[in-house]
C-alpha cells in the first residue's frame, strides 16, 4: 500500500498562517482528508475531497492539491489550533493516514 | 445530532479476545458505513478497516486479516470490532468512526491494555 509523508512538526506564531504538507504518490488520484487531533481527545475532520470544509469548522482552515502534494493552510493562527494533524486517503484497498504533523503557537 | 458512542475501557491478558461495541444515534445507520481506527501510546492513527452496515461487507487492514472481525446489529444501530490473540503491541485507542472513504464524526475512543 502507499504512504502518506507529514513533516513531524511546524511551529508558528499567533495571527501567522501555517502549512502543513502531506505527500504521497497516489494524491493526484485520490482525494485527501484532514483530521485536527487535541490531547486525550478523538480526531476531527476538518477538510474533506481535499479543500471542502465541513460545517461548523471554522473559515481560517484550508485545503489545497497540487500534484503529489495536498496543503492543510491555517489562517491566522490561534492558540486554540495548537494539535496534531493528520492527512488521510483512501482507495479501494483501503485507507492510510499521515505519520501526523503537531502544530505548535508560540 | 450525529453520535457515536463507544463501549468503556479493557484490560485483557495476552492470547485474550476483547469485542469493543459503538452505538450509533442521529442518522440512518444503514446509511454509512462504519470504520475502525486505532492509536497506540503517543503514536499515530492506524486503519483498521471498515464494515458497510447496509449489507456487511466489510474490508479489513491486511495486516489485521484473519485477526479480526467488524460485524454491525441494526436492529440496535451498533457496530462491533473484535480483536483475537492480543498481544502487547495492541495496547492502543481504539476509535469508530462513520463513514468508508473519510471519517465524520469519531466515537470518544475505547482503550485496551494488554497486560499480564
Known amino acids: 500500500s502507499y504512504e502518506l509523508t507529514q513533516p513531524p512538526s511546524v511551529s508558528v506564531s499567533p495571527g501567522q498562517t501555517a502549512r502543513i504538507t502531506c505527500s504521497g504518490d497516489a494524491l493526484p488520484k485520490q482525494y485527501a482528508y484532514w483530521y485536527q487531533q487535541k490531547p486525550g481527545q478523538a480526531p476531527v475532520l476538518v477538510i474533506y475531497k481535499d479543500s471542502e470544509r465541513p460545517s461548523g469548522i471554522p473559515e481560517r482552515f484550508s485545503g489545497s492539491s497540487s500534484g503529489t502534494t495536498v496543503t492543510l493552510t491555517i489562517s491566522g493562527v490561534q492558540a486554540e489550533d495548537e494539535a496534531d494533524y493528520y492527512c488521510?486517503?483512501?482507495?479501494?484497498?483501503?485507507?492510510?493516514f499521515g505519520g501526523g504533523t503537531k502544530l505548535t503557537v508560540l | 445530532q450525529v453520535q457515536l458512542v463507544q463501549s468503556g475501557a479493557e484490560v485483557k491478558k495476552p492470547g485474550a479476545s476483547v469485542k469493543v461495541s459503538c452505538k450509533a444515534s442521529g442518522y440512518t445507520f444503514t446509511s454509512y458505513g462504519i470504520s475502525w481506527v486505532r492509536q497506540a501510546p503517543g503514536q499515530g492513527l492506524e486503519w483498521m478497516g471498515w464494515i458497510s452496515a447496509y449489507n456487511g461487507n466489510t474490508n479489513y487492514a491486511q495486516k489485521l486479516q484473519g485477526r479480526v472481525t467488524m460485524t454491525t446489529d441494526t436492529s440496535t444501530s451498533t457496530a462491533y470490532m473484535e480483536l483475537r490473540s492480543l498481544r502487547s503491541d495492541d495496547t492502543a485507542v481504539y476509535y469508530c468512526?462513520?463513514?468508508?472513504?473519510?471519517?465524520?464524526?469519531w466515537g470518544q475512543g475505547t482503550l485496551v491494555t494488554v497486560s499480564s
Open positions: 468512526a462513520r463513514g468508508g472513504r473519510w471519517f465524520d464524526p
Open positions: 488521510q486517503s483512501a482507495d479501494s484497498s483501503g485507507t492510510v
